[in-house]
């Protein structure tokens, strides 16, 4: 998935955006952490809060026209895997052909808050049990 950022020429973009925000992981901070985020996506031509269907009010952070979705998840681990499907079903009806999950490293999760997804676990999931059932080419960046 790292290549298809690159050749899409957004990977400095989202590393950017990662390393951007000068904000304490500490509880509370997910809302202001992904409004950070979007915005410097939205500088370098980035739509924010995608909806992926019209008639629900599911949506990605992120999108970029040459079709990559991005999702930020500092929450549940459960809502992690509802990402995945949500990039996965952007994939399926064409709208998206690169997905990107932003989670938390375990030690900044801690900070957060409790039973929170983390780049650790969600990696090792993703590529163990999976791998097969998301086809998106995914890249999943831990943040700390």
């Avoid at 990977?11 to 509880?27: G, K, S, V």
Wanted: hydrophobic share 45%; with cysteine; glycine share 4%.
């Amino acid at each position: 998935a790292l290549r298809h950022l690159r050749d899409r020429s957004v990977l400095d973009q989202i590393e950017n955006a990662l390393n951007r925000p000068a904000i304490r992981l500490e509880r509370g901070i997910t809302p202001v952490l992904k409004e950070e985020i979007e915005i410097e996506l939205e500088s370098h031509g980035w739509a924010r809060r995608l909806r992926i269907d019209v008639d629900f009010q599911a949506h990605v952070n992120a999108f970029h026209t040459s079709g990559v979705a991005l999702q930020v998840q500092m929450g549940n681990v459960a809502r992690a895997f509802y990402d995945l499907m949500k990039l996965q079903r952007l994939h399926e009806i064409q709208k998206a052909e690169v997905g990107v999950l932003v989670v938390p490293m375990k030690a900044a999760a801690i900070k957060i808050g409790s039973n929170l997804a983390c780049f650790e676990r969600l990696s090792e999931e993703h590529e163990m049990m999976f791998r097969e059932q998301i086809s998106i080419p995914l890249a999943i960046f831990g943040v700390s």
